[in-house]
T-cell receptor, first 116, second 113 residues
Framework: AQTVTQSQPEMSVQEAETVTLSCTYD???????LFWYKQPPSRQMILVIR??????QNATENRFSVNFQKAAKSFSLKISDSQLGDAAMYFC?????????????FGDGTTLTVKP | KAGVTQTPRYLIKTRGQQVTLSCSPI?????VSWYQQTPGQGLQFLFE???????NKGNFPGRFSGRQFSNSRSEMNVSTLELGDSALYLC????????????FGPGTRLTVT
């Protein structure tokens, strides 16, 4: 079974600074997808960024980028120029590329605080 | 496109009762997944439906069941409610294609007393 570990329960960052959230996963599969989701206090979970395991290039979405290290099974999220609206719980998630095994496994989350 | 909608948003039930939660996915999406979110257990996968068929199932007792209709709307049912079933129940839809991007609804907050 796949596992996802987020070792930082809480992180804080100063507004306009950069922060990196860590995520490691364990799998024996070669075809899979990794995601970062954001859950603000209003509770609506929002997709932040996606990475396909077969792609070597790290995904980037505006101020959000990932550092995907497949051999190390590491998938960290970097938030640049942090804004107050980035404050939320962030979840790392794994999804198998096998349709019939395709449940998403989530980490326990990292609560990010942004200080003005 | 309208987002994922879940009804009701809040629910209070008594132990032993049953409850039905509803989820309407994004138009055109054929996959609906259900998750239970609690402070102690985090996000746990319940089941996924694709084209009216249960495609994947998590490790929950048989009291938790679901179904999907031809219009892709999905319902989740919990029978014989227990205090431990108090949680935020999240529904997520996706196109069912390989990208597997999921779009979440606002959730239903279930409180069992």
């Amino acid at each position: 079974a796949q596992t996802v570990t987020q070792s930082q329960p809480e992180m804080s960052v100063q507004e306009a600074e950069t922060v990196t959230l860590s995520c490691t996963y364990d799998t024996s599969e070669s075809d899979y997808y990794l995601f970062w989701y954001k859950q603000p206090p209003s509770r609506q979970m929002i997709l932040v960024i996606r990475q396909e395991a077969y792609k070597q290039q790290n995904a980037t979405e505006n101020r959000f980028s990932v550092n995907f290290q497949k051999a190390a099974k590491s998938f960290s999220l970097k938030i640049s120029d942090s804004q107050l609206g980035d404050a939320a719980m962030y979840f790392c998630a794994y999804r198998s590329g096998d349709t019939n095994a395709g449940k998403s496994t989530f980490g326990d989350g990292t609560t990010l605080t942004v200080k003005p | 496109k309208a987002g994922v909608t879940q009804t009701p948003r809040y629910l209070i039930k008594t132990r032993g009762q049953q409850v039905t939660l509803s989820c309407s996915p994004i138009s055109g999406h054929r996959s609906v997944s259900w998750y239970q979110q609690t402070p102690g257990q985090g996000l746990q996968f319940l089941f996924e439906y694709f084209s009216e068929t249960q495609r994947n199932k998590g490790n929950f007792p048989g009291r938790f069941s679901g179904r999907q209709f031809s219009n892709s709307r999905s319902e989740m049912n919990v029978s014989t409610l227990e205090l431990g079933d108090s949680a935020l129940y999240l529904c997520a839809s996706s196109s069912g294609q390989l990208s597997y991007e999921q779009y979440f609804g606002p959730g239903t907050r279930l409180t069992v007393t």
